[in-house]
Every structure is written in C-alpha cells, then in structure tokens.
C-alpha cells in the first residue's frame, strides 16, 4: 500500500504562483505513472498531468498546459506541480495518485491505485 503526502496547497491572489508536492512511500516495481488530479466543489474530479516513471515522460491537459508543469526528485521519491499565473477557476482540491501505466499517465481515473488526501489551493 502506497502512501501519498500533498502539500503546499495555500490561499494565493491571481497570477501568483504555487509549487506542490506529493511524496510516496515508496517506489513502485517496473513501470507506472504518477499524476496531479483536482476537484472543485460541484465539480468531477479531473486530470492535470501526468509523468510516466522511470522515463519521466510528461503529458500536462491542454487547458493549463502554458502555466503548469509537472516535475519529479527521484532520490526523494516526490512529484511537484508547479503553477503559474493562477486564476481564480484553479481553485481546487489538488490530489497526487499513483497508479497503472499508461492509463493513468493519461490522466484516466480507473488507473489510479492510491491517493493522497489532497491540498487545498484557493485562487482569488
């Protein structure tokens, strides 16, 4: 059972910037992928970006693809998101999940295996 910490997730005004993390217990065997989710209240959880490991392939949805962009530190086993620009419909709950290769690393639900608890990020 993989365990998934987020953090960073805080009150930020317009345009600013904001770097999560999401660290794992432990590693995977082979390959898998790991991905940022968000959900905002009344709304479907949906996929952010994705990153395939060990490649490091990354894929980021189209709606945020110039502001985000999804990172990894092998040796401390932690994903980032790091957001730019922020608007004010980016504010969400912001899940880390690890889970199956390639459906998860294409942003797909039903290849989450874990989650983390979530962050809060708060846009106005």
């Known amino acids: 059972h993989v365990q998934l910490v987020e953090s960073g997730g805080v009150s930020v005004q317009a345009g600013g910037s904001l770097r999560l993390s999401c660290t794992a217990s432990e590693r995977s065997p082979g390959t898998y992928c790991m991905a940022w989710f968000r959900q905002a209240p009344g709304k479907e959880r949906e996929g952010v970006a994705s990153m395939s490991i060990p490649a490091d392939a990354t894929y980021v949805t189209p709606s945020v693809q110039t502001r985000f962009n999804i990172s990894r530190d092998s040796p401390k086993n932690t994903l980032y998101l790091q957001m730019n620009d922020l608007k004010p419909e980016d504010t969400a709950v912001y899940y880390c999940?690890?889970?199956?290769?390639?459906?998860?690393?294409?942003?797909?639900?039903?290849?989450?295996?874990?989650w983390g608890q979530g962050t809060q990020v708060t846009v106005s």
């Open positions: 999940a690890t889970g199956s290769f390639p459906a998860l690393c294409g942003l797909g639900l039903h290849g989450a295996r874990f």
